[in-house]
T-cell receptor, first 111, second 116 residues
Framework: GESVGLHLPTLSVQEGDNSIINCAYSNSASDYFIWYKQESGKGPQFIIDIRSNMDKRQGQRVTVLLNKTVKHLSLQIAATQPGDSAVYFCAEKHSGYALNFGKGTSLLVTP | GAVVSQHPSRVICKSGTSVKIECRSLDFQATTMFWYRQFPKQSLMLMATSNEGSKATYEQGVEKDKFLINHASLTLSTLTVTSAHPEDSSFYIC????????????FGSGTRLTVV
């Protein structure tokens, strides 16, 4: 079936550098996307969202880019900090309003 | 902001017993709640969608008689894992939806179930 997937399972960056986490989706009917951060043993924490009628949205230190032509979503984290170390998931709105989650990328920030 | 409380945070049970997990929306009414299961180093997999006052909709491959879902009020949904086996050991997460936008998807803190 159609699914949301990620290009990179792990990403290691140095503190202060920018991080880019990618996500590919296959459901062209998806109209809403969310990036979540999940720390070990906890539930997902909202980072930023974007609707399909937009191609870019910025938050505090984070930017989400949406390329509908190639069905690609990315999360950019500026000046990555140790506290950013976690697993990041993209999610798309599924039929019936449930969210369909991608595989996840583990981000490790090294000093 | 919207808060979802999930209990217990972790539970250990013996094989063959049943375990109930509660998901409560504390400051909003959740017409729809979702239950996910997450195995180690894997993504969240949707198990079922729970609508207040009606039967839950289960995803393909999820046994409805094993994972009983009850959404009797607008603030409470429960997931009961019946006759639990070691392979049911997982991290169970609920999510509640009240409106639109990201505030419509509030997640609980998860329940770590270990079946011994």
């Amino acid at each position: 079936g159609e699914s949301v997937g990620l290009h990179l399972p792990t990403l290691s960056v140095q503190e202060g550098d920018n991080s880019i986490i990618n996500c590919a989706y296959s459901n062209s009917a998806s109209d809403y996307f969310i990036w979540y951060k999940q720390e070990s043993g906890k539930g997902p924490q909202f980072i930023i969202d974007i609707r399909s009628n937009m191609d870019k949205r910025q938050g505090q230190r984070v930017t989400v880019l949406l390329n509908k032509t190639v069905k690609h979503l990315s999360l950019q984290i500026a000046a990555t900090q140790p506290g950013d170390s976690a697993v990041y998931f993209c999610a798309e709105k599924h039929s019936g309003y449930a969210l369909n989650f991608g595989k996840g990328t583990s981000l490790l920030v090294t000093p | 902001g919207a808060v979802v409380s999930q209990h217990p945070s972790r539970v250990i049970c013996k094989s063959g017993t049943s375990v109930k997990i509660e998901c409560r929306s504390l400051d909003f009414q959740a017409t729809t709640m979702f239950w996910y299961r997450q195995f180690p180093k894997q993504s969240l997999m949707l198990m079922a969608t729970s609508n207040e006052g009606s039967k839950a909709t289960y995803e393909q491959g999820v046994e409805k008689d094993k994972f009983l879902i009850n959404h009797a009020s607008l603030t409470l949904s429960t997931l009961t894992v019946t006759s639990a086996h070691p392979e049911d050991s997982s991290f169970y997460i609920c999510s509640a939806r009240a409106g639109t936008g990201h505030y419509g998807y509030t997640f609980g803190s998860g329940t770590r179930l270990t079946v011994v």
